[in-house]
């Protein structure tokens, strides 16, 4: 399992941070932020407009903390100020990149990940 992850984007290369524990909590506290504590409430509502909005969350938070260059690197200087357009091509990135090498490091930590087990 890589422990960082190149992806390119707009015709840049850009490589994440190093897996860390701290990075697993620095995700979860962003969004919390973001989503102001109502997490639950948004998933209740069981729209589509909430299940986007929580993926819009979801991907600033790990492209904040994983890829903190490609955030700089954007021309309005959050993701939250994307056209709608330009926020699919972030979704396609992550959807095909980012969130299948971030799910192997979680499986690793769930203990699905026999070749990544060590001993301590």
């Known amino acids: 399992m890589q422990e960082q992850l190149t992806i390119n984007f707009q015709s840049k290369s ?3 941070e190093p897996v860390k524990v701290g990075n697993f909590i620095a995700v979860e506290k962003l ?3 973001l989503l102001d504590g109502q997490s639950f409430n948004i998933y209740r ?3 589509f407009e ?10 600033e938070s790990m492209l904040t ?4 260059k490609l955030i700089e690197d954007l021309k309005p200087k959050s993701i939250r100020d ?6 699919k091509d972030f979704k396609t ?3 095909e990149k980012i969130k299948t090498w971030f799910l192997g490091h979680v499986k690793m930590l769930k ?7 060590k001993t301590i």
């Not at 903390?65 to 903190?68: A, G, H, K, N, Q």
């Not at 994307?82 to 926020?87: A, E, Q, R, S, T």
């Open 14 to 16: 850009y490589t994440s």
């Open 82 to 87: 994307l056209g709608l357009k330009d926020y």
């Open 65 to 68: 903390v994983f890829f903190p």
């Open 111 to 117: 203990g699905e990940d026999d070749a990544d087990k």
């Open 50 to 59: 909430g299940d986007a909005t929580l993926r819009m969350v979801e991907i």
């Open 45 to 47: 509502s069981a729209t």
């Open 31 to 33: 969004k919390a932020m």
């Open 93 to 95: 990135l992550y959807d």
